[in-house]
C-alpha cells in the first residue's frame, strides 16, 4: 500500500530500554530522514543518513541505511521518558517530492 | 527565528463551504509542502510547489487546491469541503539536496 495509508505501529517500552524502528521504502532515494513528533507538534528531523552511509550516529541515536533491500532502521539507546513521540521515516522520490511512511508510536514510561 | 506559521490553528467549516489554509516561511526555501495527517496514520502528501508560482499534486490531491503567489506563501484551498476532508493538516519548506523540512504546527480542520 502507499506509504502514509497504512496504521501507526505502536511500541510501549521502560525507560531506560534500547529500541529499534524499522522503515522501507518503495523507490530510489538519495537520502533516508527520520523525523518526530511530539503530540500537538509538527514533526522534527533527528537524522539522516545518505545513500553511501550504512550507519549514523548522533547521540544516543543510530541510523542504519540497506539500499539493497530499500530498508532504514532508527534505533534510540537508553531511552528517556521524552523520548515518548511518533517517529517517522522520510524519503525523496526525485526532485522536490518528500514522502513520509506510517511511522511508529514510541511510548516511553518513567 | 526562522519559523513556518500556520494559520488559522483550528477551524470549523460546513459541508460544502469554501476553505482556506495559509501558510508563511521566513525560511526563505523554494520548497513547499502540504500534508494531512489522520488519527492513527501518518502524514500524505497533498500538494507541493519548488518556487513562487509553480503547484504541483501529490499524493492524494483531489478535492484540494493549493497556490504560490510568493516565496513566503502557500495556500491549501478546498473549494467544496467536505466531512472526509476532517483532519490535522502540516505544511512544511525545504531546500538542498536533502530537502529536509521544517514543519509547522499544524491545522485541525473539522468539516461538519
Known amino acids: 500500500s502507499q506509504w502514509g495509508e497504512e496504521n501507526l505501529q505502536a511500541l510501549s517500552i521502560q525507560e531506560g530500554e534500547d529500541v529499534t524502528m524499522n522503515c522501507s521504502y518503495k523507490?530510489?532515494?538519495?537520502?533516508v530522514q527520520w523525523y518526530r513528533q511530539k503530540s500537538g507538534k509538527g514533526p522534527a528531523l533527528i537524522i539522516l543518513?545518505?545513500?553511501?552511509?550504512r550507519e549514523k550516529r548522533s547521540g544516543r541515536l543510530r541510523a542504519t541505511l540497506d539500499t539493497s533491500s530499500q530498508s532504514s532502521s532508527l534505533s534510540i539507546t537508553g531511552t528517556l521518558a521524552t523520548d515518548t513521540a511518533v517517529y517517522f521515516c522520510?524519503?525523496?522520490?526525485?526532485?522536490?517530492?518528500?514522502?513520509f511512511g506510517s511511522g511508529t508510536r514510541l511510548l516511553v514510561s518513567p | 527565528e526562522a519559523a513556518v506559521t500556520q494559520s488559522p490553528r483550528n477551524k470549523v467549516a460546513v459541508t460544502g463551504g469554501k476553505v482556506t489554509l495559509s501558510c508563511n516561511q521566513t525560511?526563505?526555501?523554494?520548497?513547499m509542502y502540504w500534508y494531512r495527517q489522520d488519527t492513527g496514520h501518518g502524514l500524505r502528501l497533498i500538494h507541493y510547489?519548488?518556487?513562487?508560482?509553480?503547484?504541483e499534486k501529490g499524493d492524494i490531491p483531489d478535492g484540494y487546491k493549493a497556490s504560490r503567489p510568493s516565496q513566503e506563501n502557500f495556500s491549501l484551498i478546498l473549494e467544496l469541503a467536505t466531512p472526509s476532508q476532517t483532519s490535522v493538516y502540516f505544511c512544511?519548506?525545504?531546500?538542498?539536496?536533502?530537502?529536509?523540512?521544517?514543519f509547522g504546527a499544524g491545522t485541525r480542520l473539522s468539516v461538519l
Open positions: 525560511n526563505n526555501h523554494n520548497n
Open positions: 510547489s519548488y518556487g513562487a508560482g509553480s503547484t
Open positions: 523507490t530510489y532515494t538519495t537520502v
Open positions: 512544511a519548506s525545504g531546500e538542498g539536496c536533502q530537502n529536509t523540512l521544517y
Open positions: 522520510a524519503t525523496g522520490t526525485g526532485g522536490y517530492k518528500v514522502v
Open positions: 543518513i545518505r545513500s553511501n552511509e
